[in-house]
């Protein structure tokens, strides 16, 4: 395999200083990228680093704020999807746009030309699927079908369209490890066809073994390109997360008190097609703990919130004890009257509504946990309209929320600010135990550092809290203990000082401790 | 004396089955327009009025289908257009229909109106019992199975039904392959208010030829249920409608013979059937998820309004 682009190769896809600005912000900054005829390139990088960003502007969903496209050689612009199928390039999206209600053949036929009859597109999608290992039946329909046969439908409606690049967004996310396998053989066999792949992941481990080049981005640039083969996981992971992270600032030694959240043989499975499956969770907080959870987006961090939270409760009560009281069939007020907050991830429509005012979201949080505090009149709940005031000024005061007017609402806030107030409306409570999920996402830099030290503080003042998040900078600056996520399951803690930014990697990368890489088998 | 019955329930089902294709095909598209009632109502006066004006029963049915397809499309711009709620609009359609037929009407209440004639088929129609029954019909009974044939053939079969479809099931993923939702889905409201129009139609020039007010008499509802009962399949709107019908009939003749014995059955109950036929189908459809999610359209109801 060779791996330098001789001169006389013309790339089939090459990028130049392709540039995205959504605002002020790049999410994508002068990227150069070159695709060679037959080969199987990686685009690696955590979330956010600017990946979909770029596949999306090869697809022509969104169109450059600034460089240049050469499809073999020659510049295009890529207006839209029509236009890129056209050139020839054919994507596989995470999130597949399929119609449950319609067969695999009537799916295909959406997105061909209208004059090819439906048998022969049954025809034609049997014998493709055969031919490249994809098993497929054109008259099931989809609502009945797995998430790796979906998957398959987007690659066959790909390859009818006879595509020389095929982009594949983060393909194995969603797919069993045997369905993984079945789809790397495929892509070896576009390879050996002469046919290049794009293959988006953060999986270390699978870009070693099918890619022949990876391209590395992170916040938006170019950061590395390498032969993978001849990288190990944990040098991928470096380039990946970056060093330039900050280093661990945390008092060590802090006293740990009394364990307040302890969960045993937590498995529950997903509950939509799309969710991810918790299996096994252990996990103990003590008093003064931060422990912080890791891990790439979409691999149970949102379901292991539900059910620490209580939003969904889980059939056996002993899995989840908050402050030693069994909790696991007990609902969200039932958690909170025992002393604990949650923070749920989306700002708009979860932790708040949006059309409310403050005050208002303040007493739909807390009626039940401080109804002395907030309500009168015994079975009449009358609402005490100048202790809810009083309360969301303390928070705001607390918490530094800019706001316009005394009681805005709450859409009206900046993401930071209206962040700052969810989270402020729990620690007013001074809550012995808090949960909280991607406490700083899409959040300004001053709000996230506020937010953060009033977590730390919380643990200090003797909370538990956990800090689910995906953000590395983040879960070192606040965390006592750190765990990973990974597909559903939750490694054991580590104390922060003794991680490494490649331990957090290869970890959230997949490679569990138990065959992970030694230190000396460093290959640069 | 059974040949009679079956007679007045086919007369008593048609306009049931073709209010109900025209909302099925509405329904499809992933717009719920409740109502049919009212657009009902608004054909059956236009094809009174029609019909008397002309001298023509023809000119009638031509007249209901226009009138029911004009009145859908202020529906259309409303929930379609301007994005109001396609509950309330309905609603409100319904309650629009009733009283601006009435008012249309005034003029002709009392008259003896015209009715449709039978088209009987010459050697079809001498074929005992079957015959009589099926091939001596008025033209809205034949067009009524054409319907169904024709639907379940454009749904099933055609490309542009594949892609109506598709719309209901999942408007915006539609709308990202390309396919122009808001034009596709006004089609389909202004051929359910066609359907509509027909039914009405059929009620005031072949079910009792002569305007009254209010003479739709909640069949536009029925029709709205019978498309759920018929899990928006076109062959069991036909199925469900002869069977709704039956049940109306059947229950004037219930009545008789249950006075003749002695035994009180409330009228109230009777008529009550088709609903509590309908709950008890749509509860054997949501207890399955398969079935639900194949044949109910997933975005029904649900306001499209596209990025950007």
Redesign the interface.
């Known amino acids: 395999m060779t791996l330098s682009e001789g001169p006389a190769a013309v790339p089939l896809l090459s990028v130049r200083g392709l540039t995205k600005l959504f605002g002020s912000f790049a999410a994508c900054n002068a990227i150069d990228l070159d695709i060679a005829p037959g080969e199987i390139r990686a685009l690696l990088g955590e979330n956010g680093a600017g990946k979909s960003t770029l596949v999306k502007m090869l697809f022509g969903v969104l169109q450059p704020s600034a460089g240049e496209m050469l499809w073999e050689g020659s510049p295009v612009t890529i207006g839209s999807?029509?236009e890129a199928r056209r050139l020839g390039i054919g994507m596989v999206f995470q999130h597949f746009?399929?119609?449950?209600?319609?067969t695999v053949a009537?799916n295909i036929?959406?997105?061909l030309d209208?004059k090819i009859s439906?048998a022969r597109i049954s025809d034609e999608a049997a014998s493709l699927s055969k031919a490249y290992g994809l098993p497929l039946d054109p008259k099931a329909?989809v609502?009945?079908l797995s998430v790796g046969e979906r998957q398959r439908i987007e690659i066959v409606r790909a390859l009818l369209q006879n595509p020389k690049l095929i982009i594949l967004d983060e393909p194995t996310s969603v797919l069993t490890p045997q369905e993984a396998d079945r789809l790397f053989e495929t892509l070896f066999k576009l390879k050996a066809e002469g046919r290049s792949v794009l293959y988006i992941s953060h999986r270390l481990e699978e870009v070693r073994r099918i890619c022949d080049r990876a391209t590395v981005l992170r916040h938006g640039k170019v950061t590395g390109a390498c032969d993978p083969k001849h990288e190990t996981p944990a040098s991928l992971a470096r380039m990946m997360v970056g060093s330039d992270v900050a280093e661990v600032h945390r008092d060590a030694g802090t006293a740990l008190g009394d364990i307040r959240i302890e969960v045993r043989n937590l498995s529950v499975p997903a509950r939509t097609p799309f969710a991810v499956s918790l299996k096994n969770i252990a996990m103990n907080v003590r008093a003064g703990e931060v422990l912080a959870i890791a891990g790439v987006a979409g691999n149970g961090q949102g379901e292991l919130f539900d059910v620490l939270s209580g939003e969904y409760p889980v059939a056996e009560d002993e899995a989840i004890r908050i402050r030693g009281k069994a909790v696991g069939r007990t609902g969200i007020n039932g958690r909170r009257l025992l002393g604990a907050g949650f923070v749920p991830e989306e700002r708009h429509g979860h932790a708040a509504v949006s059309a409310m005012a403050l005050s208002d979201n303040l007493l739909l949080a807390r009626s039940q946990s401080d109804r002395k505090a907030f309500l009168s009149g015994g079975a009449f709940s009358v609402i005490r309209f100048d202790a809810i005031r009083s309360a969301t000024r303390r928070i705001c005061e607390a918490m530094d929320v800019r706001k316009s007017g005394e009681d805005p609402q709450a859409g009206s806030l900046s993401g930071g600010n209206l962040q700052k107030f969810i989270v402020g409306r729990e620690l007013d409570r001074q809550p012995s135990v808090l949960v909280v999920n991607q406490p700083t996402w899409g959040v300004d830099a001053g709000a996230a550092s506020r937010i953060r030290q009033a977590l730390i503080d919380l643990a200090k003042s003797g909370s538990a809290v956990v800090v689910i998040s995906q953000d590395l900078d983040e879960i070192f600056e606040v965390a006592t203990n750190i765990a990973v996520i990974s597909e559903g399951r939750l490694s054991e803690p580590h104390p922060a000082g003794t991680l490494t930014l490649e331990r957090i990697g290869l970890l959230m990368g997949g490679v569990h401790e138990s065959h992970s890489v030694p230190e000396a088998a460093h290959a640069h | 004396m059974f040949e009679a019955i079956l007679l007045t329930v086919i007369t008593a089902s048609t306009p049931l089955v073709l209010a109900a294709l025209g909302e099925l095909v509405t329904e499809r598209s992933g717009v719920l327009n409740l109502g049919v009632e009212g657009m009902m109502i608004m054909g059956a006066v236009c094809a009174f009025v029609a019909a008397q004006l002309t001298g023509s029963p023809y000119a009638g049915i031509l007249a209901g289908i226009l009138g029911g397809g004009i009145f859908s499309l202020l529906f259309g711009f409303l929930t379609l257009t301007l994005v109001a709620n396609q509950v309330a609009t309905g609603l409100a359609l319904t309650i629009l229909g009733l009283g601006l037929s009435g008012q249309i009407g005034e003029a002709f209440v009392g008259q003896p109106g015209i009715k449709l004639q039978p088209i009987v088929f010459p050697l079809l129609s001498d074929i005992p019992f079957f015959g009589r029954v099926l091939f001596s019909q008025d033209l809205i009974f034949y067009l009524s199975v054409a319907l169904v044939i024709g639907i379940h053939w454009f749904l099933f079969k055609s490309r542009t039904g594949l892609k109506l479809r598709a719309i209901g099931d999942s408007h915006s993923s539609a709308h990202a392959l390309g396919i122009n939702v808001i034009r596709t889905r006004y089609l389909a409201v202004m051929f359910g208010g066609a359907c509509a129009g027909l039914a009405g139609a059929q009620l005031s020039l072949v079910y009792t030829p002569q305007w009254v007010e209010n003479m739709s008499a909640g069949r536009g509802w029925i029709a709205l249920a019978l498309v759920v009962f018929a899990s928006w399949r076109p062959w069991r709107i036909l199925a469900g409608g002869y069977l709704f019908g039956a049940v109306g009939i059947g229950q004037l003749h219930a009545q008789i013979l249950a006075q003749n014995l002695g035994i009180v059955i409330p009228s109230q109950f009777l008529s009550a059937l088709p609903y509590a036929a309908t709950i008890v189908v749509l509860i054997i459809i949501s207890h399955n998820r398969r079935t639900t999610l194949i044949n109910t359209p997933a975005s029904l109801g649900k306001p499209f309004v596209p990025d950007r």
């Open positions: 999807p029509g746009s399929l119609f449950e209600a319609l009537e036929a959406l997105s209208p439906l329909h609502a009945d």
